[in-house]
């Protein structure tokens, strides 16, 4: 555990100021409420401060939605929308996590509910243009993102729940909510995007849905920041997330050659996207992992499984002449 500088709490995971560089509990995060030094130099462009919640403090774009370097404002501001306390856009600051939570599950309730109700059954053609993301259609560009949010099953959206609920949190706290959106969504894309790059290599049709390429680059982000930061799976087993990262570079890069690891289930798994997704992660983590540390315990409550009952993804490669 780390003590907060400004009152002595010991804190489990602790936020450091990239400003002053002090350590402090979820009271005195924000530099007014620990005397930073940069409040002397609230609205000086050279100054240090710029929480990224009020668009008036001006310096280097920071994690919020309206951090700019320019006093113009962030570019939200610029396009004319309120960031301010109170607007829409402020309740999305440090809820971005359980939005994407929100969304997939509203997602999986189209997918599996309310697009059979329509009489557009499972894997059906409609289906499968609106929540895939394939080789055959790559030019629905909808389904670059409509794909992150959708899952082949229960189990494959519960177990990467697990995974972005517990390890998104420490990452949106650290890097800002803006930033993780973009993680997120960029990370999903392009891990959708490089699983149809192996089909086409392999000769095969393909499709993919799910969110374990997001999932997995949130994983690379914090084996970056902290590599022994101790991940209790099922709540039983303390591993170090290295591990875990390590372990899911082998089998994805053996699975991608064809070998799959019968411990964790068939062959129906976006091998591809879960390598691309975990690269992302990494190469983020360096970019980010001097301006901020993380905590050096997290219990990981679920199974690491694969394809529909595990991160598959973005999901098991499946829809017309895919495998699923």
């Not at 940069?38 to 310096?59: A, C, H, I, K, R």
Request: aromatic share 12%.
């Amino acid at each position: 555990m780390a003590k907060c500088d400004a009152c002595g709490k010991e804190e489990n995971m602790p936020y450091q100021c990239r400003h002053c560089g002090g350590t402090y509990c979820g009271d005195h995060r924000l530099p007014e409420n620990h005397s930073c030094p940069g409040l002397e130099n609230w609205n000086d462009p050279s100054g240090v401060f710029d929480s990224g919640f009020d668009d008036t403090v001006d310096g280097s774009g920071g994690g919020g939605w309206g951090g700019s370097s320019n006093s113009s404002g962030g570019v939200l501001a610029k396009l004319g929308l309120d960031t301010g306390p109170g607007s829409v856009f402020s309740y999305f600051r440090g809820n971005m996590t359980f939005l994407f939570l929100g969304l997939m599950w509203i997602t999986f309730a189209f997918q599996f509910l309310v697009f059979p109700a329509l009489g557009f059954g499972l894997r059906s053609q409609v289906w499968a243009a609106v929540f895939t993301i394939s080789t055959q259609h790559p030019e629905y560009v909808w389904t670059w993102v409509t794909s992150i949010f959708s899952h082949g099953g229960f189990g494959h959206i519960a177990v990467n729940s697990i995974v972005i609920y517990f390890f998104g949190r420490i990452v949106e706290k650290y890097v800002g909510s803006r930033d993780f959106a973009l993680l997120f969504l960029g990370s999903g894309i392009l891990a959708g995007l490089g699983q149809l790059l192996i089909f086409t290599v392999q000769g095969v049709p393909g499709s993919a849905l799910g969110a374990s390429g997001a999932a997995l680059a949130i994983m690379g982000v914090l084996t970056v920041l902290n590599p022994q930061l101790r991940v209790y799976l099922w709540f039983l087993l303390p591993i170090p997330i290295w591990v875990l990262t390590v372990g899911f570079a082998g089998i994805s890069i053996l699975g991608i050659f064809g070998i799959n690891v019968p411990v964790f289930g068939g062959g129906n798994v976006a091998d591809g996207a879960h390598l691309a997704g975990l690269v992302i992660g990494l190469v983020y983590g360096q970019r980010v992992k001097d301006k901020i540390s993380a905590p050096g315990q997290l219990q990981f409550g679920g199974g690491m499984g694969r394809g529909p009952g595990g991160p598959g993804g973005p999901g098991g490669p499946g829809g017309p002449g895919g495998r699923f």
